[in-house]
């Protein structure tokens, strides 16, 4: 019989969630006691009304990296405290934040709880994160985190059952007296990767896969878990099920601090893949993320898809996955600062685009409305209607599928798409943690800039007499064309008269600091540019970007920390 405690706390005032859940680092929720469980009662509060917690079922589940497993124990303990009658956690803590998304709606829960930081560092000194995904199991809406938002900062007190233990490493059912009227609270262990796995059967074709991977033209691949939760599903799914040789498949064993690396998909954080493809020994190469939505994909000898292309040529050949020849296509939707690429396609194919701000809970929305099938954000997020988030071992067998199809390699698929399509050259410009104050009186001056009325038709000359007129400049505004709902501030658009575009954001998902990010992007059908090198082609456009935003006088930094 465990008994229930209500114990007295202040509000913290900073835990406003961002465009993926709170993220802070480790050491302020270690420093600062309460901090977790003001949240956590915050997120549960919002959840579900106290009369219906009983039925209500809560899935739970992380990327694997350090704290997570002294979370989840909490949140067990505040769950059966706050009458939550069912929770069904991943073995080990571990669960994918697409599978997360996938076990939500297969058995219908409330939503929820996933530990993680994304591409963020793990480790001590690392980064911790806590998302809360609704009943559609996709990321909670605005709506919802501003509620949690406002009972963090009026909470004082939560409920916890601090004597609960749960054994995380065996599959099954077990069940815990509570010293009240509540039922015993249930509390399965599900295996991580198998309702995954089922899922993504019934949308591709497995037996293909299989020959691609297996058969006597065996296609050879390099996938790189970076340590984060990928690992199990990589060798279950790729190498058990689809054949791909076991040692394929690397860094495939979670760790809480991602085995001292930023677990991120890029070609500055998975610079091993890109130089293990470099070497011509493989034909296919995939990168994950810490928590399995985000993607980077591969061609041989290195050859590198942007992400904002990838969506795209997924677009073009979408029905050669099985699941879209039974569904059809309703819509394609990219974030706001990704390239123009994907409205190509959808012009070609009459497909309806929409343009939405950055954040994964926007496509959500039009997906629960039937309007979208396939979307992208060019920060290697990739994803479709069959779960409510990006999905990035989705988006690798999207491309085998293309590839099982086509019998090409990466970089003819990519190449004959741009000689169909044109080529959006695209950059991303990322500095990391940048003072705050510094970061948001950069945005604030720029937009100074920008909102006098003789900005728009303003000429920037640069090298060689290239010149780039100024047609419209604005900070972008979202009309949801679900529910009416308008998200402002979503980025501060320099568009140009040829088309060209200029974004500059502050994200939303570091933990210390700001990050502020510089989109570049350029449209070319001219068949003697388009397999030009993305920086020289860009070259212009990037020089108007540092010296409009004043971005390395004003940090004293004299380069991006990454470059996309």
Not at 24 to 51: C, D, G, M
Not at 153 to 177: M, R, S
Not at 207 to 228: C, F, I, T, W, Y
């Given at each position: ?7 007295k ?16 680092r ?18 549960l509060?919002?959840a579900?009304e ?22 989840i ?22 669960l ?19 530990l ?7 480790g001590?000194d690392?980064?911790?994160?806590i ?20 009972l ?7 409920a ?11 599959i099954?059912k077990?069940?815990?007296?509570l ?13 991580s990767?198998?309702?995954?796995t ?11 896969l ?7 033209n ?9 340590h ?52 011509g ?40 996955i ?19 690429a994907?409205d ?11 343009e939405t ?8 929305n ?21 779960i409510r988030?990006?999905?990035g071992?989705w ?16 970089e ?12 959006n050259?695209?950059?991303r ?5 940048v ?21 728009a ?33 979503q ?30 992007d ?42 996309t």
């Amino acid at each position: 019989m465990s008994r229930i405690l209500a114990v007295k706390t202040t509000p913290f005032g900073d835990q406003k969630p961002g465009t993926s859940g709170l993220r802070k680092r480790v050491s302020v929720f270690q420093s600062q006691p309460h901090y977790a469980e003001n949240f956590i009662q915050s997120i549960l509060s919002a959840a579900v009304e106290p009369t219906e917690r009983q039925c209500a079922v809560l899935v739970v589940g992380g990327d694997g990296r350090f704290y997570n497993k002294h979370v989840i124990q909490l949140i067990i303990q505040m769950a059966a405290a706050n009458g939550i009658g069912r929770l069904v956690i991943g073995q080990n803590g571990i669960l994918s934040t697409p599978a997360v998304s996938c076990i939500i709606r297969k058995i219908k829960a409330i939503g929820g709880i996933i530990l993680t930081a994304s591409h963020n560092p793990g480790g001590p000194d690392g980064d911790f994160g806590i998302k809360y995904n609704i009943s559609s199991g996709g990321p909670a809406p605005e709506a919802v985190t501003e509620k949690i938002f406002q009972l963090s900062k009026t909470i004082e007190e939560y409920a916890i059952c601090p004597d609960l233990k749960v054994d995380l490493t065996t599959i099954g059912k077990q069940q815990f007296d509570l010293e009240n009227k509540f039922k015993p609270l249930t509390v399965e262990i599900v295996d991580s990767v198998e309702a995954y796995t089922c899922m993504l059967r019934s949308i591709f074709d497995f037996s293909a896969l299989k020959e691609l991977l297996s058969g006597p033209n065996q296609l050879k691949v390099r996938l790189d878990a970076m340590h984060g939760v990928m690992g199990p599903y990589v060798k279950k799914i790729l190498c058990e099920e689809l054949g791909a040789p076991a040692n394929s498949a690397v860094n495939c064993i979670p760790l809480e601090d991602f085995g001292g690396h930023h677990p991120d998909p890029n070609l500055t954080y998975a610079a091993d893949l890109v130089e293990a493809m470099q070497t011509g020994d493989y034909d296919f190469g995939a990168a994950f993320d810490g928590d399995g939505d985000r993607n980077m994909i591969l061609g041989k000898h290195g050859f590198f898809v942007n992400p904002s292309d990838s969506v795209a040529v997924i677009a073009a050949n979408i029905f050669t996955i099985p699941y879209f020849q039974q569904t059809g296509v309703r819509g394609f939707a990219r974030s706001m600062p990704t390239s123009g690429a994907l409205d190509r396609v959808a012009k070609a194919t009459k497909i309806a685009l929409y343009e939405t701000p950055t954040g994964w809970k926007f496509f959500g929305n039009l997906m629960d409305a039937n309007k979208l099938s396939l979307c992208g954000e060019e920060s290697f997020g990739t994803g479709s209607d069959h779960i409510r988030e990006k999905d990035g071992l989705w988006a690798v067998l999207a491309w085998l599928s293309i590839i099982a199809k086509r019998k090409q390699s990466v970089e003819t698929i990519m190449q004959e798409h741009w000689q169909k399509f044109g080529r959006n050259f695209f950059t991303r410009y990322d500095y990391e943690e940048v003072d705050a104050a510094a970061a948001a009186k950069i945005i604030t001056n720029l937009e100074t800039i920008m909102s006098d009325r003789a900005f728009a038709g303003h000429k920037f000359t640069v090298c060689e007499g290239e010149e780039y007129t100024v047609d419209k400049a604005d900070n972008f505004e979202y009309c949801d064309p679900v529910d009416g709902s308008i998200s402002r501030n979503q980025g501060l658009r320099i568009i140009f008269t040829d088309g060209s575009r200029l974004i500059f954001r502050l994200s939303g998902t570091g933990s210390a600091g700001a990050t502020i990010r510089i989109y570049i992007d350029s449209y070319y059908k001219d068949a003697c540019k388009i397999f030009k090198d993305p920086q020289a082609m860009l070259a212009p456009l990037i020089k108007i970007a540092l010296k409009v935003s004043q971005i390395h006088e004003r940090t004293g930094r004299s380069r991006p920390t990454v470059i996309t």
